[in-house]
T-cell receptor
Framework: EAGVTQFPSHSVIEKGQTVTLRCDPI?????LYWYRRVMGKEIKFLLH????????ESGMPNNRFLAERTGGTYSTLKVQPAELEDSGVYFC??????????????FGSGTRLTVV | DQQVKQNSPSLSVQEGRISILNCDYT??????FLWYKKYPAEGPTFLIS?????DKNEDGRFTVFLNKSAKHLSLHIVPSQPGDSAVYFC???????????FGTGTRLKVLA
């Protein structure tokens, strides 16, 4: 079974530019999550999709961030325009169901975003 | 306001000894707690979990203890192995939500 795949693994962009991150969850996983780790701090929740619907987007920092999951398969996270404080590692995770008495999410390897 | 705190940024332990990683939380509505392990350039990997109705869960060399009155949990690794060297994150989820609140991580180094 393929794991959670994220593209690109690294991205360096200038302040004011646009970047789009992509996540392919494990096949059949309806739940997809985006998290972010900034400057070696805690890993912070951004949002949660159930299929193509946004279940919880309480962690999205501001309206420069747009997440989509058309068709309920892969997801994209667009940052436009990027600011210096957006630098960090963006993780995507997926899970098959919402039963918390389970093994936890499966995370991707992350996209390291550097805004200069 | 950090709801999940890992106050030790790093820990070094001799191979074969016990590693104890600690985590404190403030939200009494957390019903599940997890530990994740993270190697450099990889995503976090699930290690072990515990429900708030339990006080201990064991899986091989890994045991998680939960003290609800103290709002404290700990991860014990016995015996520690060099391959356990990684960053360990404590995470918690509140009743009715499916997102996890993570701590800042503790870097464990197991010395051979």
């Amino acid at each position: 079974e393929a794991g959670v795949t994220q593209f690109p693994s690294h991205s360096v962009i200038e302040k004011g530019q646009t970047v789009t991150l992509r996540c392919d969850p494990i096949s059949g996983h309806d739940n997809l999550y985006w998290y972010r780790r900034v400057m070696g701090k805690e890993i912070k929740f951004l949002l949660h999709f159930v299929k193509e619907s946004k279940q919880d987007e309480s962690g999205m920092p501001n309206n420069r961030f747009l997440a989509e999951r058309t068709g309920g398969t892969y997801s994209t996270l667009k940052v436009q325009p990027a600011e210096l404080e957006d630098s960090g590692v963006y993780f995507c995770a997926s899970s098959q169901d919402l039963n918390k008495a389970f093994y936890g999410y499966t995370f991707g390897s992350g996209t390291r975003l550097t805004v200069v | 306001d950090q709801q999940v705190k890992q106050n030790s940024p790093s820990l070094s332990v001799q191979e074969g000894r016990i590693s104890i990683l600690n985590c404190d939380y403030t939200n009494s509505m957390f019903d599940y707690f997890l530990w994740y392990k993270k190697y450099p350039a990889e995503g976090p990997t699930f290690l072990i979990s515990i429900s708030s109705i339990k006080d201990k869960n064991e899986d091989g060399r890994f045991t998680v203890f939960l003290n609800k009155s103290a709002k404290h949990l700990s991860l014990h690794i016995v015996p520690s192995q060099p391959g356990d060297s990684a960053v360990y994150f404590c995470a918690a989820s509140a009743i009715g939500t499916y997102k996890y609140i993570f701590g800042t991580g503790t870097r464990l180094k197991v010395l051979a």
